[in-house]
């Protein structure tokens, strides 16, 4: 079997931790014309931050998130978690006030923050790298496919050597990496990046299976049939290998991925998420 994010987090704080999904108001250059328009072609309106809270106010969103969830965490402790869009682009002098009063609540051990590797400068590593030294820190960066020309077919809008320099400058820094892969891309192979990230040092993975939402330029690639859609079981099949190929010292936080069920076109097994984390799961102790 593989290190669980749950294990990883009882080993590191002692207690069971839970992540609070938070909007720091931020875009995308993959949106707003510095690299492209429309952003890549899987990712929602929100940026992939549907079950994220919403307002300006961080420590308000904190609390609120934190009361959505208490109940099934007593005497456990929260990461905050910063998930919609790209979460380092910003001037460093904003980054800094968001993330700190992200930080402040004494019951957060840890921040999360969902990133480009092109977002990435100098001095927002330094930023980070202050930020690590009071509480750990965690980059999560959204690699999706070591193909570069799998990156070009869905809009990604940097290539790979970009991640890789980004990680070299994380880890020079002290900081954890986390990166995303997504199982079912045309004409990629998932296995191979599991190899690469590993080969580049990431501490930890987020496996994603490619589902089509409605809105997105993926929906209409999809209609025009150009997107097969994996079965439960291809799908399992993939993930396990992916798995295999990972040292027991990388941490799998995510073994799949889903949208809102009211936009989602495809594949409808994955909207019942404890039947499918169920099937996953008893399919890998195979």
Same mark, same amino acid.
């Given at each position: 079997m593989y290190k669980t994010a749950n294990d990883y987090y009882k080993e590191k704080y002692g207690c069971k931790v839970y992540k609070l999904s938070l909007d720091g108001g931020f875009t995308c250059p993959n949106r707003d014309g510095t690299v492209g328009r429309g952003g890549c072609i899987f990712c929602s309106a929100l940026g992939g931050g549907e079950f994220a809270e919403s307002g300006t106010n961080i420590a308000e969103q904190l609390e609120r998130a934190k009361k959505r969830v208490e109940a099934k965490i007593k005497n456990g402790k929260y990461i905050a978690y910063f998930q919609s869009f790209t979460n380092t682009y910003a001037p460093v002098k904003r980054l800094k006030e968001i993330f700190f009063e992200a930080i402040?609540? %004494?019951y957060i051990v840890g921040i999360n923050i969902g990133t480009r590797p092109d977002c990435l400068p100098n001095d927002v590593i330094e930023l980070l790298k202050e930020l690590n030294a009071i509480k750990p820190v965690t980059i999560e960066l959204g690699l999706q496919t070591s193909n570069d020309a799998v990156a070009v077919y869905i809009n990604r809008g940097y290539k790979t050597k970009i991640y890789e320099d980004a990680v070299y400058r994380l880890k020079n820094a002290g900081i954890e990496v986390i990166t995303h892969i997504?199982?079912?891309?045309?004409?990629d192979d998932p296995i191979k990046t599991t190899e690469f990230i590993v080969n580049y040092g990431t501490d930890g993975v987020?496996?994603?299976l490619l589902h089509i939402l409605k809105?997105?330029?993926l929906a209409e690639e999809y209609k025009k049939g150009r997107v097969e859609i994996l079965t439960i079981e291809q799908y399992a099949e993939i993930l396990k290998n992916c798995i295999a190929?990972?040292?027991? %010292?990388i941490v799998v936080h995510r073994i799949t991925g889903d949208g809102a069920k009211k %936009?989602?076109?495809a594949p409808l097994w994955s909207a019942d998420k404890k039947k499918t984390l169920n099937y996953l799961n008893n399919y890998l102790r195979m």
């Amino acid at each position: 079997m593989y290190k669980t994010a749950n294990d990883y987090y009882k080993e590191k704080y002692g207690c069971k931790v839970y992540k609070l999904s938070l909007d720091g108001g931020f875009t995308c250059p993959n949106r707003d014309g510095t690299v492209g328009r429309g952003g890549c072609i899987f990712c929602s309106a929100l940026g992939g931050g549907e079950f994220a809270e919403s307002g300006t106010n961080i420590a308000e969103q904190l609390e609120r998130a934190k009361k959505r969830v208490e109940a099934k965490i007593k005497n456990g402790k929260y990461i905050a978690y910063f998930q919609s869009f790209t979460n380092t682009y910003a001037p460093v002098k904003r980054l800094k006030e968001i993330f700190f009063e992200a930080i402040k609540p %004494d019951y957060i051990v840890g921040i999360n923050i969902g990133t480009r590797p092109d977002c990435l400068p100098n001095d927002v590593i330094e930023l980070l790298k202050e930020l690590n030294a009071i509480k750990p820190v965690t980059i999560e960066l959204g690699l999706q496919t070591s193909n570069d020309a799998v990156a070009v077919y869905i809009n990604r809008g940097y290539k790979t050597k970009i991640y890789e320099d980004a990680v070299y400058r994380l880890k020079n820094a002290g900081i954890e990496v986390i990166t995303h892969i997504i199982i079912g891309l045309p004409n990629d192979d998932p296995i191979k990046t599991t190899e690469f990230i590993v080969n580049y040092g990431t501490d930890g993975v987020k496996f994603h299976l490619l589902h089509i939402l409605k809105n997105t330029r993926l929906a209409e690639e999809y209609k025009k049939g150009r997107v097969e859609i994996l079965t439960i079981e291809q799908y399992a099949e993939i993930l396990k290998n992916c798995i295999a190929v990972l040292p027991s %010292d990388i941490v799998v936080h995510r073994i799949t991925g889903d949208g809102a069920k009211k %936009d989602l076109i495809a594949p409808l097994w994955s909207a019942d998420k404890k039947k499918t984390l169920n099937y996953l799961n008893n399919y890998l102790r195979m």
